[in-house]
């Protein structure tokens, strides 16, 4: 079975909300919706107090080519535009509205009616999606559109679909898949026409086996697209080691980006909000969002209009166990502690992880015994315990000599570590400091 | 016999042959420095720690001897009794330069500003600033994790436990820099160490709106510019609804320190006051408790 060259890890899975249905979630009493949900420029808010919106109206514009602009997920009025605590654990700007009943602009078309032909040119594919304001559904959040118009002298030769969700406890993809595949197989080859290309593949670990049969049983219509199911291993569902592991390329490092390999790579929740915009006129406004935990009643997938507070979430599936340690934005790897419960959904929120007191724990950093296990998981091929330390050492220099920039942060070599040591932490930090030397350095240029 | 006489003798004379290049060299490509470069560098105190701008000792006393005045050139840990002597040195006159200490401008202890959760990760302000805006509710205010007290190569500045702030000695403390620079929130700020230590500072950075701030700390600047209506000499600026007293225009009435709701701006060092209502009492008592209710000699660490 096919998976990535060097390094990963298999973490316990515990999906532990596999086979749940998708539920649609209650309406807030208000929604809350951070400007900056995206990689770029924040949006900028294009409405103000007092206004009316319904579901679907633009609130915030593109601030940017590569920003994403920002649709209303309730009807209602907008309260304030003030800052809320968000996934980052600062204050940031925020449009605020309170809910009034449920009309949706009238454009949207809601049936359930599945629609497989699209006449539209590629670039008014792109157009459509760009005003939709999709983003990478997967948790990055960079903006779609950017993604499909490759830079001159670049040409895409494939499409890549992650369905991988490496991630132990998240299944929202998973169930995506199960109940929604014709859609995602529309909006798959949305996509392909999108870029120009005849070749599409969609990447299943085969701890998925329903989905992959489900996924291969639909895809006979559709013979250029092809399922590939993966050996289990994290992180597969990292865009450079996915194209490894479907079509055996490997990206050079940065400022490479997938293209030169000539892949595209897109979420499989990004397939499903493509078709959703292109075919049935619907923004980016709703996603499936993985609620699970051990001490969790009731783990479920729920589809949730972005800007629910996660504390919605919680009380639907179940309420807050007593013992909770932690709250996760995102899977158990990559995903980010959260100061509070009310922080609202947004279009990157894969999952709401609530870990108990006893596994929330980290253990006693130790000193480094030179075992080398982070060198051995690191996917890139990077020495982690050196690049912790020159971290922690403020050695820009050296760090950027030992490519740092490669790091995909996918968090192998702390989760490795017998000695317990933060060596992530440390690499993030000089990876943003290095990053931003060597922007600095370009822009002097 | 012979071998040991060729080989002494193949070796003596190579040795002479090279011991001549060697000389020709060292007069031919000598580098010619200023003697007093060297002279300079001796009285410097020798800490390369970098508080002057230059890298290092000897790249301050080569910058010394070039520069036409000692305007603006200052060794913040040999302070004005070295610059002096480098002034003797190079027979120039010495630039006055007001001495100077690093202020930690945020009063968050435990008790007035509440943990709201625990931040677990690598002991590193650094990253703490990075993960999210801390354990408390400011986004501004100290992290705690003590990247000022690594930096410091003087053991001038220490943690209190008690407070989860750091406090500056001001008697080691050399006004480098180093922590300044460390500190990834900029709460520190070198400042005049002012007559007798005393100073006026707004122990406080909190650029939020007012009811943000208060609902994260007991005595953060809230910026009503009561202070700034108050002073008659101008010295206070009200900038993200954040005070800011200027302390080359400060004249330390502490009139600023009566008006303050907040408390958030302390007297440091001023004797004790004479019986008035309490709030005022409390305040520098809070901030700096063992250097505010006694003498600036008797602060000296055992």
């Known amino acids: ?445 | 016999m012979n071998t040991i006489l060729v080989a002494v003798m193949v070796l003596g004379a190579t040795a002479l042959v090279l011991a001549g290049v060697l000389f020709v060299v060292s007069k031919k490509f000598a580098v010619k420095e200023d003697p007093r470069v060297g002279q300079v560098a001796e009285v410097l105190p020798q800490a390369n720690c970098g508080g002057c701008g230059f890298p290092g000792c000897a790249g301050f006393a080569d910058a010394c001897v070039k520069a036409g005045s000692l305007d603006g050139l200052l060794c913040p840990v040999g302070g004005q009794a070295v610059m002096t002597q480098v002034a003797e040195i190079l027979g120039l006159s010495a630039g006055a330069a007001e001495p100077k200490v690093a202020v930690v401008r945020c009063n968050g202890t435990c008790e007035h500003r509440p943990r709201t959760v625990v931040y677990d990760g690598a002991v590193s302000c650094k990253i703490a600033h990075a993960t999210g805006c801390g354990e408390t509710g400011c986004a501004y205010g100290c992290l705690g994790c003590g990247d000022c007290v690594k930096a410091c190569q003087f053991d001038a500045i220490r943690m209190n436990p008690e407070t989860g702030l750091p406090e500056v000695d001001a008697d080691k403390c050399t006004a480098c820099g180093a922590c300044v620079k460390a500190c990834p929130r900029m709460i520190i700020e070198l400042r005049n160490k002012g007559r007798n230590g005393r100073r006026m500072v707004v122990l406080c950075v909190n650029k939020d709106k007012g009811a943000l701030t208060r609902k994260a700390c007991e005595v953060g600047c809230i910026g009503c510019s009561k202070c700034q209506k108050v002073c008659p000499f101008e010295a206070i600026t009200i900038a993200n609804n954040l005070a800011y007293i200027d302390y080359e225009k400060c004249k330390l009435c502490r009139k600023c320190e009566d008006e303050c709701p907040q408390h958030s701006i302390v007297a440091v060092n001023f004797p004790v006051r004479k019986p008035k209502p309490a709030p005022e009492a409390e305040a520098p008592k809070a901030a700096e408790a063992p250097k505010a209710t006694e003498a600036p000699e008797a602060t000296q660490k055992s």
């Open chain 1, 1 to 445: 079975m096919k998976t990535f060259r060097i390094g990963g890890v298999h973490p316990a899975e515990n999906k532990l909300s596999a086979g749940k249905k998708i539920e649609p979630m209650a309406l807030p009493k208000q929604a809350v919706f951070p400007l900056s949900q995206h990689i770029g420029a924040p949006a900028v808010a294009c409405v103000a107090k007092g206004d009316m919106v319904k579901v679907g109206t633009k609130i915030a514009d593109a601030g940017g080519f590569v920003s994403a602009a920002i649709f209303s997920s309730v009807s209602g009025k907008v309260a304030k535009i003030d800052s809320i605590i968000d996934a980052s654990g600062y204050r940031k700007p925020a449009i605020f509205i309170d809910v009034i009943g449920d009309e949706w602009e009238e454009i949207i078309d809601r049936s359930e009616e599945l629609v497989t032909e699209c006449a539209l040119e590629p670039a008014e594919i792109v157009a459509k999606i760009k005003d939709a304001g999709i983003v990478g559904m997967g948790g990055a959040c960079f903006p779609t559109h950017v993604k499909l118009t490759p830079p001159p002298g670049s040409k895409a030769e494939c499409v890549i679909i992650n369905a991988v969700e490496c991630e132990p406890y998240l299944t929202a993809d998973h169930q995506l898949m199960l109940e929604k595949p014709e859609q995602i197989l529309v909006g798959v080859s949305l996509l392909m026409k999108a870029v120009n290309v005849t070749k599409g593949y969609i990447g299943i670990e085969n701890n998925k086996p329903d989905a992959i049969a489900l996924m291969k049983e639909k895809a006979a219509k559709y013979p250029n697209i092809e399922i590939v199911p993966l050996k289990v291993q994290y992180p597969q569902g990292g865009e450079k080691q996915l194209i490894d592991a479907v079509i055996g390329r490997q990206v050079p490092n940065p400022p490479a980006i997938p293209i030169a390999v000539g892949a595209v790579v897109q979420n499989v929740g990004t397939a499903y909000a493509v078709y959703e915009a292109v075919i049935k006129n619907k923004p980016l406004f709703e996603r499936v969002v993985t609620v699970t935990g051990k001490a969790l009643a009731n783990p479920s997938n729920l589809l949730t209009r972005m800007g629910t507070p996660m504390s919605m979430l919680i009380e639907a599936a179940g309420g807050m166990p007593e013992n909770t340690g932690k709250i996760i934005g995102g899977g158990p790897m990559m995903g980010k502690a959260l100061l509070n419960a009310e922080v609202p959904i947004c279009k990157g929120s894969s999952g709401v992880l609530l870990m108990t007191e006893e596994e929330s724990v980290r253990g006693k950093e130790q000193n480094c015994i030179r075992c080398a296990k982070c060198v051995g998981a690191c996917p890139m091929g990077l020495e982690p315990y050196l690049l912790a330390k020159l971290g922690e050492y403020s050695d820009w220099e050296r760090a950027e000599n030992e490519d740092i920039m490669t790091c995909i942060e996918c968090g192998c070599c702390t989760f490795t570590c017998p000695s317990n040591r933060p060596l992530l932490d440390w690499i993030r930090l000089a990876k943003n400091t290095v990053g931003g030397i060597i922007r600095e350095r370009n822009m002097k240029k």
